[in-house]
């Protein structure tokens, strides 16, 4: 028996690549959100990842570009050690999958944990021979630069790619962990450096081996997901050394930003448009930050969201610029006219990501003020406008004079010049120079509602317990009121409130509670809050409908709040008009 040798003990040093990243756009779909382990009891299986396969064909035939198709979490055996798949749901391995794949010019994509192995639920990896000696001294995370946890991956990946898997997905990096054996000779820092080092070494020399490869980063590589309100230059920066060891780094998984919106769904666009702001701002190139934006489905890590508000995503997940284009979940929730539609939206966008131009301006998307993506193209500008704030705003789009069309919108919009006329929490896509032709239009979103006036009720809140605030105002006919509540922390940061995932979570509108009254009767009420959000919510918005409302009577609004860590509240009320 060969004595045992600790492959990565010994000192590593980084060598940058100076890689540039993916050399053109990709477009991938990942069956996360079709099925759902982690916040979500919907496992996954052979039957459900081949029945996505055939909707991935079936929208290539209708135009839409699908390059990758990613096998994300969970596809593994518990004793597999990434080699063997899960016997209970492919009691037959990946050979269909791989061979479906190839037979429809699909590149495979597989996902990795960096070196965790457990969660809440317990391990989803068994710690095997080869890995023992790189076992940390938590037990639920594995030392990257001592043991063969190690060398046994890159094997491991090489044994994947040789089997055709061209794109390797790495989530879960944690590099405080540390061996028995290692714990007394560096300290935390220097462990933390050894271990990223290690990985990155790894990394690079499995793409020098297989330059075809595409390698995504995910969460354990740095910057600030939780929140849209820390100042970006006070967040946890990027290790440029990230971007010589990966073709993008993702910037959070899709979640409700804090900004408060009636259409929920707009406010988790207003996250992902927010954290590309930040990832920018943190020295990312636009083309490699992956925005993860684009989740449909029917489980919990995308809230249920099913198709709600899936026109917006889509051109919100292309309009931010970034080349590497990720479609989640329940692809056949979408019809034939639908993949016509998502194939034409590909085609604007295609040609202006092509160019590696598009910038953000205006506000930072968390300040709750207008702001846009702009993208330059061969044939003129594309500007894709948000009004985030409960007010209606005029906004003027840095281009010069010319003919501009509105390509898409949420209902209806008004242009005037260079300055366009959004409603709250509306989105536009305009088109500038050849772009502001009628080849382009994909056309208008009705299903979501936006407000033709907005207007604040001058009104004051008062104190009606530690965790409650009340007013009273007399109504106008014929006028809905939207009702805007928030939490903060002491020092005024939003508060989110986390109370857990389906199915064993709280609904979100059972602790940030908003009633309306008339005549001691509650009124019925308009929310789309009244979800198990696993990534939490500091904030909820209630609407009351005119014909809901007695004109001759007084309406009380309280709002309240289970928060425990809550210290500030504030309300505001909106009378709104729909045209």
């Known amino acids: 028996m060969q004595p045992f040798v600790r492959a990565w003990s010994k000192p590593v040093t980084y060598s940058g690549l100076r890689f540039e990243g993916p050399a053109q756009q990709v477009f991938v779909y990942n069956n996360w959100s079709a099925y759902d382990e982690l916040s979500d009891n919907k496992p996954q299986t052979e039957e459900l990842a081949m029945r996505e396969l055939n909707e991935v064909v079936r929208l290539k035939k209708l135009g839409v570009r699908i390059d990758y198709y990613v096998m994300d979490a969970f596809w593994f055996d518990l004793w597999g050690g990434y080699r063997g798949w899960h016997k209970q749901h492919w009691p037959n391995g990946p050979d269909k999958w791989l061979e ?20 809440r639920s317990g391990r989803f990896l068994e710690v095997i ?19 063969g946890y190690l060398a046994h991956l890159a094997k491991t990946l090489q044994l994947w790619y040789d089997k055709g898997v061209r794109l ?26 050894k271990n990223k080092i290690a990985f990155m070494q790894m990394l690079q020399n499995f793409r020098k081996s297989n330059p075809d490869i595409l390698i995504t980063g995910y969460n354990g590589f740095g910057g600030s997901m939780d929140n849209t309100y820390t100042p970006f230059e006070k967040t946890q920066p990027i290790d440029k050394r990230w971007l010589d060891t990966f073709d993008t780094l993702y910037s959070g998984d899709p979640r409700f930003s804090d900004v408060p919106m009636m259409n929920i769904w707009r406010s988790q666009d207003n996250y992902s448009d927010h954290q590309v702001n930040a990832f920018k701002a943190y020295g990312m190139p636009v083309r490699r930050i992956d925005n993860c934006a684009f989740m449909i489905g029917e489980t919990g890590t995308c809230y249920y969201r099913g198709l709600n508000g899936w026109k917006g995503m889509l051109i919100l997940e292309l309009a931010r610029g970034g080349w590497l284009n990720v479609y989640h979940g329940n692809l056949e929730l979408l019809s034939d006219d639908d993949g016509l539609w998502f194939a034409k939206t590909q085609g604007l966008f295609y040609e202006l990501q092509l160019q590696d131009s598009t910038v953000p301006f205006g506000a930072v998307p968390g300040s709750a003020q207008p702001y846009s993506f702009k993208s330059v193209g ?11 704030s409960q007010s209606m705003a005029w906004v003027t789009l840095p281009v010069l004079p010319g003919p501009s069309k509105i390509l898409f919108s949420d209902g209806n919009v008004g242009m005037h010049g260079a300055m366009i006329h959004l409603g709250p929490e509306q989105m536009a896509v305009v088109g500038f120079g050849q772009y502001a032709s009628d080849a382009y239009v994909l056309g208008r979103d009705h299903s979501i509602r936006t407000p033709a006036s907005i207007e604040k009720v001058a009104i004051a809140f008062e104190h009606t317990g530690e965790k409650s605030l009340t007013a009273h105002f007399h109504p106008v006919a014929n006028k809905d009121y939207r009702v805007v509540f928030q ?33 001691g009767k509650t009124l019925a009420q308009h929310i789309e809050y009244d979800k198990m959000i696993w990534s939490g919510l500091s904030w909820g918005v209630a609407e009351v409908k005119s014909s809901d409302i007695d004109p001759t009577l007084n309406v009380e609004v309280i709002c309240s709040t289970d928060e425990k860590d809550a210290a500030i509240l504030k309300a505001q009320v909106y009378e709104v008009i729909y045209g």
Do not use: H
């Open 100 to 119: 479906g794949c190839r037979q429809n010019n699909i590149k495979p994509g597989m996902w990795f944990s960096t070196n965790l192995i457990a969660t």
């Open 378 to 388: 061969p044939k003129g500008t594309v500007c894709t406008v948000i009004n985030p």
């Open 168 to 193: 390797f997905k790495f989530d879960f990096a944690y590099f405080e962990a540390v061996t028995p054996a290692m714990k007394d000779k560096y300290s935390k820092e220097e462990v933390f450096e």
């Open 129 to 147: 021979d080869e890995w023992k000696y790189s076992l940390a001294t938590d037990p639920n995370i594995m030392c990257l630069f001592d043991g």
């Open 487 to 519: 939490q903060f922390y002491s020092n005024g940061d939003p508060c989110r409130s986390w109370l857990g995932a389906p199915p064993d979570g709280k609904k979100v509108n059972e602790v940030i509670r908003i009633k309306v009254m008339q005549g």
